[in-house]
C-alpha cells in the first residue's frame, strides 16, 4: 500500500508532466508518472502524431522509457489528464492498450492513482481495473 506521502508526490510529478505533452490534436494533455520498487519515479506525457494510430499514451511512455532503463518492478503509476492547459477537471483512466501493457509489467496489486488534483483522487489495483487480464 502506498502511504500519503508517495501518493502526493507522484500527484505532483503527474500534473507537471502534462505540460510536456504533444497533444496538437486533441488538446488532451496527459501526464504520468510511474514508481519503481526501487523508489525512482519514471515520468510519462502522450505524444501524438498526425496519422493518429501512432499515438502513444502517457502512461505506455513511462513503462517504455522505464523498461527501456532496465526497470521492471513496478509498485504504482498516477495519471492526470484534461484539456488544454487548465486544471483536469475530472479523473483519466487509462485506455485498454495501456491496462494491457500494465498486464505485461505489474503485478496484480499494482497501484493506480487517478488524479484530478491533490485532494480529488482515486487508487485502484490493476486487478480491480483488468479483472480477467490476458496473460500468459
Ligand atoms: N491519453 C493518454 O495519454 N492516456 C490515457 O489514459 C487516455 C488518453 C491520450 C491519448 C491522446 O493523445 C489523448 O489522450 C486523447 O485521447
Known sequence: MLREREI?????TALSQRKFAYAPY?????GAALLTDSGEIYTGCNIENSA???????????VFKAVSEGERAFRAICIAGGQGEK???DF????????????????????IILAVNNERYEVYTLDELVPKGFRL
Open 52 to 62: 493518429y494510430s501512432p499515438t502513444n499514451c502517457a502512461e505506455r511512455t513511462a
Open 8 to 12: 502526493q508526490a507522484l500527484i505532483d
Open 26 to 30: 486533441s488538446d488532451f494533455r496527459v
Open 92 to 111: 483519466c483512466p487509462p485506455c485498454g492498450v495501456c491496462r494491457q501493457v500494465m498486464l505485461e509489467f505489474c503485478r496484480p496489486d499494482f497501484e
Open 87 to 89: 486544471e483536469p477537471s
